[in-house]
């Protein structure tokens, strides 16, 4: 019997679905080793699956539709598994039920003792009580949304896997339409940071990356109005977009791009404080947290960390110009080489912003950032250090693992690029 494309798809599903459900099942929680080594497996069995992406152009329907629902299987038992009792998703809840009382997140503390009697269960554990929340207006209104329906974790849950579900959806419309290999959806739907970063501990990215592939589809239909208007949303649930603006540059008229403004002001004034644009915590963002962050850290020995900030902010500006000018027509390696460039230089790399990376990457140019989306995954080890009493504070060997796999990718494509003229060049004498 002749082994095809199809049936080492199989495999590697197979593989996959084993690994993730032993996963949801290892005691001890995110990082512990155990739970580390079947993500492991999982990534590097993802990895090889987007190696036969490329080497095949087209799948049967019936092999996507059946790794669609082993996706959907696998994301189950994370689903079913509560959040990390200081995970995110409690700031959310927290965030919603104050704006439903009459109170602003921005200015609300949650660790005051004069509100001590509007938290619940679920928010007496949130993270980082001491601040109020960072999160853009667009975010702190889908939060106060959510809440209106069903004030829980489970809820934001059950909303940002509808939010998968519509990306998986959209991705699907955008691959035939365009004449591309629909398997490219299970690149996106198999990797293995939406079990963990969006089945299991819930993070509101997912929201903001679904408005951020709408607003790219919207953008190469020139659907303008919509795409601006979509692309503004994005940005108000979460900042790192931003870095694409010069992307929309020429391929909006001038009222959409004021439309956006607009929106985005309109947002914010529920949140008005005695006239002013209230920011929250994001400046204490800015100035204590870390993680995962070696080119912001060395940086910042030199500069204060509102320069290095600001350098993040330019780098992915200043890679959306770049690619601007080279690129006429929409590419989604366009929208996800700025938003890693900034990633990049942040002050904090956790491994669910690269979610806004996933439905972008199926390129050879993107190949460096579908291996981070992979070597990431050793950081959470920190989770599991942090039980033991150690500091929150990624080892040096895991970031040598995570952003050295990248750089060894980026600079095998980059000589292959430039040798394979001279071989070509070579044979044809």
Known sequence: MTITASHRLYGLAAVILAALLACARIPGGVGAPAYLITLAVAGFAYLLAIREFFSTPRFPRRVIVMGLVLAALWHIPFLLLPPGSDDDVHRYVWDGRVQRLGYNPYVVVPSDPALAGLHTPETRTLNNPEVPSPYPAGAQLFFRAVTAIHESTVAFKVAFAACELAIVLLLIAELR???????????????????????????????????????????????????????????????????????????????????????????????????????????????????????????????????????????????????????????????????????????????????????????????????WTVSIIPTFYVWHLRTLGRQWFVPDWIMFLEFGSVAAAGAIIMFRRFTRPAVAHCSSD
């Open 177 to 371: 339409r365009l004449g591309h290999g629909e398997h490219w959806v299970l690149a996106y739907a198999w990797n293995p940071l939406l079990v963990t970063c969006v089945a299991q501990s819930g993070h509101v990215d997912i929201l903001g990356v679904l408005l951020l592939l709408l607003s790219a589809a919207a953008l190469e239909r020139r659907w303008r109005a919509f795409a601006a208007l979509a692309f503004a949303l994005a940005v108000a649930v979460k900042f790192l977009p931003i870095v694409l603006t010069p992307l929309y540059w020429r391929r909006v008229r001038v009222r959409d791009g004021l439309l956006a403004l607009l929106i985005i002001a309109l947002l914010y004034v529920p949140f008005l404080q005695r006239g002013s644009v209230p920011m929250g915590s994001l400046s204490v963002f800015v100035q204590r947290f870390r993680f995962n962050d070696p080119v912001f850290a060395t940086l910042e020995r030199i500069v204060s960390p509102q320069v290095v900030a600001a350098l993040a902010v330019f780098a992915g500006l200043a890679t959306s110009v770049w690619l601007r000018r080279r690129h006429s027509e929409y590419s989604p390696s366009t929208f996800a080489w700025p938003m890693a460039a900034s990633l990049l230089c942040a002050p904090v790399v956790y491994p669910w912003y690269l979610l806004w990376l996933l439905p972008l990457v199926r390129t050879v140019s993107t190949v460096p950032l579908i291996i």
